[in-house]
């Protein structure tokens, strides 16, 4: 395995970073899981966006422009030869001190890993997945924005130690209002009527691409599409629910 660190490409054995990196003292940083079909890199372009709207707000500089940022995904790909696989492209702050200013920290730290992932087992993409509802509540956008796709998941793990704990595989995550937000690590859809119901991203949710291309594919078939606030109540009362996420794809 071939993975991208600051520039150039190593050995997984050789792909270090400092203890004193931000990413691992704080989990300031931010990320993207990218997938990859028969060669080709899905969305790279949206997700790079997304990658680069996050460091704007998080005022984290790579170090490297939005093309060169697409061509070193591109080339860590390439030279690891796989054609259908997932790419996890990580961006620190990078080496500081034991304090938290982000002044500190000289430049950031970029690794981009591809690899193989399997979320669930083929079944649960045969005869679908059970889901909990946790009590550990999304963390409110007023306090650290959902869009913002940060390297601090503790409020996810949380909630996915609840549905672990339940005997599911994921669970659903309120915000403080007691509306759906989304899943630990998927975004959630809700169909009623023939519409297509998302809870809107104010509610907590990232903006997924996943979520995207399915939005996109439905309004080209013609399908109503409503991002809002939804319940609880609204799911329970759905004619279907699914998942969507790039490592999850569609469940």
């Known amino acids: 395995m071939q993975i991208y660190l600051n520039g150039k490409l190593v050995s997984k054995e050789n792909a270090t970073v400092s203890v004193m990196d931000h990413g691992f003292l704080y989990g300031d940083g931010t990320f993207e899981g990218i997938r990859v079909y028969g060669g080709n890199i899905y969305r790279l372009k949206e997700h790079i966006e ?38 996890r492209l990580v961006v620190s702050r990078g080496p500081g001190d034991l304090g938290i200013d982000p002044a500190k920290c000289d430049k950031a730290s970029v690794v981009i ?16 997945l059970s889901l909990s509802t946790a009590s550990t509540r999304r963390v409110p956008i007023d306090c650290i924005d959902p869009r913002i796709k940060s390297l601090n998941y503790l409020n996810n793990i949380l909630a996915t130690i609840e549905a672990k704990n339940a005997g599911v595989p994921e669970a659903i995550m309120l915000n403080h209002a007691g509306c759906v937000a989304e899943c630990t690590a998927d975004n959630i859809f809700m169909v009623k009527n023939g519409v297509l119901k998302p809870p809107d991203l104010l509610q907590g949710a990232l903006g997924g691409i996943t979520r995207a291309s399915v939005r996109e594919l439905a309004e080209k078939r013609g399908m109503k599409v409503e991002e809002r ?3 609880l109540h609204d799911f329970y009362n759905a004619d279907e629910v699914f998942l969507t996420g790039t490592g999850a794809e569609i469940v």
């Open 50 to 87: 997304r990658l680069y709207e996050s460091m704007k707000t998080l005022e984290l500089d790579p170090g490297m422009t939005f093309d060169e940022m697409c061509q070193a995904t591109i080339d860590t790909v390439a030279a690891n030869g796989k054609r259908d696989v997932y790419i």
């Open 113 to 128: 890993i591809v690899d193989d992932i399997a979320l669930y087992p083929k079944e649960v993409y045969d005869n679908g």
């Open 229 to 231: 606030a939804l319940a």
